[in-house]
T-cell receptor, first 114, second 110 residues
Framework: EAGVTQSPRYAVLQEGQAVSFWCDPI?????LYWYQQPRDQGPQLLVY????????NSQLPSDRFSAVRPKGTNSTLKIQSAKQGDTATYLC????????????FGPGTRLLVL | QQKVQQSPESLIVPEGAMTSLNCTFS??????FAWYRQHSGKAPKALMS????GEKEEGRFTIHLNKASLHFSLHIRDSQPSDSALYLC??????????FGSGTRLLVSP
């Protein structure tokens, strides 16, 4: 079974530049999560979807971050105008939903904003 | 809003020792309690989970949950250098939102 895939694996930006991260969840997983993980900290939820619907985006900085999952499969997280404080690893995870809470994480995208 | 806190922040144990990691949560209605392990530069991976009070053992790992105390823990028997990693506890209340702790960094010295 293929795992969660993410691209790119690394990104280096100047402040003010835009970047998009892409995630392909495990087939059949209807719930998809995006997390931000600063160095040496736990993952912090940004947004999560059930199928194509956003369930919770309360922690997403809406002025610069956006996330979509138009067909309920792949998802894209975009930072419109990156800041140095956005430097972190961005993790995508998926789960079956329902009572199956185990999340399966992708390898992440390591972002450095100079 | 659910808060999940871990202790200690970091831990060094000798090979072969018992390791105990702790996690407290704030919402007594929480329904899912799990531990994930993250090796350096890798993605977090689920270790084990529990839904009701008590203990659950899988190999060298035991998870213990006490909902009344808002506390759950992970115990690693016969700790190995390969167990060195960041350990994350996680908990869920309603819906599908899982909240992670900030992690305990474990180093098992040979």
């Amino acid at each position: 079974e293929a795992g969660v895939t993410q691209s790119p694996r690394y990104a280096v930006l100047q402040e003010g530049q835009a970047v998009s991260f892409w995630c392909d969840p495990i087939s059949g997983h209807d719930t998809l999560y995006w997390y931000q993980q600063p160095r040496d900290q736990g993952p912090q939820l940004l947004v999560y979807f059930r199928d194509e619907a956003v369930i919770d985006n309360s922690q997403l900085p809406s002025d610069r971050f956006s996330a979509v999952r138009p067909k309920g499969t792949n998802s894209t997280l975009k930072i419109q105008s990156a800041k140095q404080g956005d430097t972190a690893t961005y993790l995508c995870a998926s789960s079956l939903g329902g009572d199956q809470d185990t999340q399966y994480f992708g390898p992440g995208t390591r972002l450095l904003v100079l | 809003q659910q808060k999940v806190q871990q202790s200690p922040e970091s831990l060094i144990v000798p090979e072969g020792a018992m390791t105990s990691l702790n996690c407290t949560f704030s919402d007594s209605a929480s329904q899912y309690f799990a531990w994930y392990r993250q090796h350096s530069g890798k993605a977090p991976k689920a270790l084990m989970s529990i839904f009701s009070n008590g203990e659950k053992e899988e190999g060298r790992f035991t998870i213990h949950l006490n909902k009344a105390s808002l506390h759950f823990s992970l115990h690693i028997r016969d700790s190995q250098p390969s167990d060195s990693a960041l350990y994350l506890c996680a908990s869920r209340t309603g819906g599908y939102k899982v909240v992670f702790g900030s992690g305990t960094r474990l180093l098992v010295s040979p």
